[in-house]
């Protein structure tokens, strides 16, 4: 639900692809992650009659249902996948309900951080239609003490990638038909060399060229770009601080030490930093990047 619509620009956690969504969270799944077909029949069913636009599926398994197949046919709506775990290509080992042969289905691989294909994601020429992030994604997680937030990896993060970026594009044209939402998403998806040949669409998906192909206007330039020059962050009055020498402003609130206040001010405002600060100077990680491994190795070396 996280990686589909969490709210953003409020310094909390993470954003979904779509922060306006509304989700209608179906459970049939048991707590050891298994469930059966005719349970999987009923969420589907039920979604249907309800009214949902885009049914987002992060399950399933090679036992193959007509009665499921029939459930998902008559929803005439488009249905989101995840390709499978295992490793293998679709094409040889059949995985459902992203397998079943009707075109309101996009079956959803799994990419990483590098626009590679993880060893654990399901693949297939003919079976798997597109890619997203599905790496180690940081997201809400539900726990005894409330809601937190978590890395998790598998297609079943890459497909509410896709599913909200689905829900996005009916957004801003509603006339969009099942079949012509799953084209334009593969249509416009990035091309990347790791999955040439892997899926159909041989690419990653791209929210703003969907979005502009779809009618939703010019693909959008950023309002800010990196700066070279590091800059106080907001809720602080002061600029950060290089304290050891080492390129890396580990003092976040420029108070002249380490400590955990620093952690918290980080951790509010990581999509900030990484659109307005020059990223070299936060990414404590060395990974490239601006995300939740900086803040624990700010944790690490903070005292």
Excluded at 244 to 256: F, P, Q, R
Aim: glycine share 12%; hydrophobic share 40%.
């Amino acid at each position: 639900a996280g990686v589909i619509g969490a709210v953003g620009n409020n310094g909390i956690g993470v954003t979904g692809v779509n922060q306006k969504v509304k989700i209608m969270p179906l459970k049939f799944l048991r707590k050891d992650g298994n469930g059966d077909t005719a349970a999987s029949l009923n969420a589907v069913a039920y979604a249907r009659k309800m009214g949902a636009n885009v049914i987002s599926c992060s399950w399933g398994g090679t036992a193959k249902s007509q009665a499921l197949a029939d459930a998902i046919s008559a929803t005439n709506k488009l249905v989101v996948c995840a390709a499978g775990n295992s490793g293998t290509s679709n094409d040889l080992i059949q995985h459902y309900p992203s397998g079943f042969e009707y075109s309101q289905i996009i079956s959803v691989a799994a990419s990483d951080a590098s626009d590679g294909i993880p060893s654990y994601s399901n693949y297939g020429p003919t079976s798997v239609d597109v890619a997203a992030p599905g790496d180690w994604i940081l997201s809400t997680y539900p726990t005894a003490l409330g809601y937190q937030y978590i890395k998790m990896k598998g297609t079943s993060m890459a497909a509410p990638h896709v599913s909200g970026l689905a829900a996005l594009l009916l957004s801003v044209n509603p006339g969009l038909t099942p079949d012509q939402l799953k084209q334009l998403i593969m249509d416009n998806a990035d091309k990347v060399p790791a999955f040439s040949g892997k899926i159909v669409s041989g690419g990653r998906i791209d929210a703003a060229r969907s979005l502009s192909a779809a009618g939703g206007g010019p693909t959008p330039t950023p309002t800010t770009t990196p700066t070279s020059q590091v800059i106080a962050l907001p809720g602080s009055a002061s600029i950060p601080r290089d304290l050891s020498g080492d390129g890396k402003y580990e003092d976040v609130n420029g108070n002249g030490r380490k400590d955990f206040a620093d952690v918290t001010l980080y951790f509010k405002n990581m999509e900030w930093i990484g659109a307005n600060e020059p990223v070299t100077a936060f990414d404590y990680s060395g990974n490239g990047r601006i995300d939740f491994t900086d803040v624990v190795k700010l944790f690490q070396n903070i005292g």
